[in-house]
Each structure stands twice: as C-alpha cells, then as structure tokens.
C-alpha cells in the first residue's frame, strides 16, 4: 500500500515534427503547465518555457534530420520538481555523443565567463545550465541524444519571486 | 508558427544624431528571427554612422537565444559607427532572459521610452 503523503509525478508526452514552426505550440503548454500544475512562481514558469525552447530547439536543428521527430516527455512532481525529457534521432546535423555533449556545455560554459558577443552559442551554456538544476545528456540506444534538465521547487528561491534581479541558481552539470 | 513585426520609427533630433526606435512585436524564435534581423540589418546599413538605437519592447512577449545574438550584434554594429543602442519597456520574462546572458551588463534598460531618449539624445 503506498504512503499517502507520497507525490505521484505527472507525466506528459509530446511528439513534434523537426520543425521549428511547432515551438511556439510547446511554448505555451510549458508556459501553461507549469504555471498551473506544478507550484512554480510564474518567473519560473516563463524561465523553464525558454529552456525547453532552447533544447526543443537543439534536437530540431541538429539532432534530427526532417521528416523525422523530436520526443519531449515532462515529468512533474508537484511541490517538488519539474524535468523536461528531450529525445532526437541522432540522424541530425551533429553528431555527438552524450559525452562530447557534456563536455561542450561544460567549455561553452566557462567561455560565457567574459563578455560574450557572438551571434550563437548562449542557449545550453548561460539558458539551460543557468536555469536547472541538472543537466543529463544520454546516448539513446540505436541512436540519438536524451537530454534531461530538471528543476528542483525550492521555497525561498522559485515559489514567490517579486523582483526579476536574482542570483543565479547553483548549477550542477551531470554528465 | 511564431508572430513576430518589427517596426522603425525615425525620431526628430535638435542635434545632428540620428535616434531610430524599433518596436518588436510578439514572439522572436527559430521560425521567424532570421527574417525580421533582416530588416533590421537594412536600417543599420542605411542609417550609417552616429544612428542609435531604441528597442521598444513593450509588445515583446519571447526571445530566444538566437535573437539575443542577434541583438548583441546590432548592439557592436551600432557601437562601432559612433552609435548607441539601448531597450525600452521590456517585460520582466525578457529582462530576466537578458540578465541571464549578461545582455543587460552591455545594453542599458529603461521602463519607459522617454528615459531612453533621454540616454541617446
């Protein structure tokens, strides 16, 4: 018999074309969800919107070639955390695996220590490490990349946010 | 697919300095960045030396890392030819993206449009 305080995760599945035209569609659910359903601040709910856009992105643009699909899977404990699951097919343009992928954030990571002014390059380094608490970059068997980035609910730090000025979250990069 | 316009305004200056203020509109993404940065581009190029720039952002509701490069770029374009570039009335979900990034260490933001005249002017 199971706990009764025990939190039972929601988990949602999206499948989506590689194409970009869908992303504002992912924007809004993610934007709406997590707002609604998980017991994060709204800031939160807007920052966790541009990372799943971010790495909706990166499957669509490199990870799968056309015609193929890009699998997102969230993963709420309400009160407790929020993950978004990103599959590709790894029959993109970039071909790396999981460990490559690890150690490019981890370098663009301490490239964005000083000003950056290129025109690519902040989506995984300064919007989705800044913004999870983990991220987890896995070779999908038969191909293709899965990347997890989860955020942890914390009292003081997501719940209630009145100013838009915040130091930025510990970051744990897992790879 | 994302909605995105982006609009020019000339401002009438008592100086020789030429102020454009370029209104963006709903959601910049991966579907439609390339080609409104286009447009911009075509102002900068035209406008040449000593123009500044004013991003009002008040109808921006997300942009996503491709067009902060973008902004980046126009920022060092415009920097470069003598210019200034600055935002105006960006909602709080843009400005916390640009602090994130560090934008906001290198393009000033004001709540209103008449305080950034008043940085470029």
């Known amino acids: ?175 | 697919m994302a909605q995105a316009t982006i609009t020019f305004e000339d401002l009438k200056t008592d100086s020789e300095k030429k102020v454009k203020i370029i209104k963006v509109a709903g959601q910049l993404d991966e579907s439609n960045v390339d080609e409104e940065a286009k447009k911009v581009y075509a102002q900068i190029e035209s406008g040449g030396a000593n123009l500044s720039l004013i991003f009002d952002f008040s109808g921006l509701e997300y942009m996503n890392s491709k067009s902060i490069g973008y902004l980046t770029d126009w920022y060092s374009k415009v920097s470069a030819a003598g210019g200034k570039a600055v935002i105006a009335q960006a909602k709080n979900n843009i400005i916390d993206i640009l602090q994130v990034v560090g934008l906001t260490q290198l393009i000033t933001t004001y709540p209103s449009i008449e305080e950034a005249k008043l940085a470029v002017m």
């Open chain 1, 1 to 175: 018999m199971s706990d009764s305080t025990e939190k039972i995760p929601v988990k949602i599945t999206i499948i989506l074309p590689t194409n970009a035209y869908f992303l504002s569609g992912i924007r809004d659910f993610t934007l709406t969800m997590t707002k609604n359903m998980t017991g994060f601040s709204e800031q939160w709910a807007y920052r966790f919107q541009s990372v799943v856009d971010e790495l909706c992105n990166n499957a669509i643009e490199h990870g799968s070639e056309k015609g193929k699909n890009v699998k997102i899977t969230f993963i709420s404990v309400p009160e407790e955390s929020l993950e978004v699951v990103i599959e590709d097919t790894g029959t993109g343009s970039a071909k790396y695996t999981a460990a490559q992928m690890g150690n490019l954030v981890k370098e663009r990571v301490s490239m964005m220590h000083s000003q950056y002014l290129g025109l690519r390059g902040r989506g995984l380094p300064k919007i989705v490490a800044e913004w999870t608490d983990e991220l987890l970059f896995e070779d999908i068997e038969g191909g293709g990349l899965r990347v997890r980035a989860k955020k942890y609910l914390r009292d003081k730090e997501n719940k209630v946010l009145s100013s838009t000025v915040q130091v930025p979250t510990h970051l744990q990069l897992t790879n």
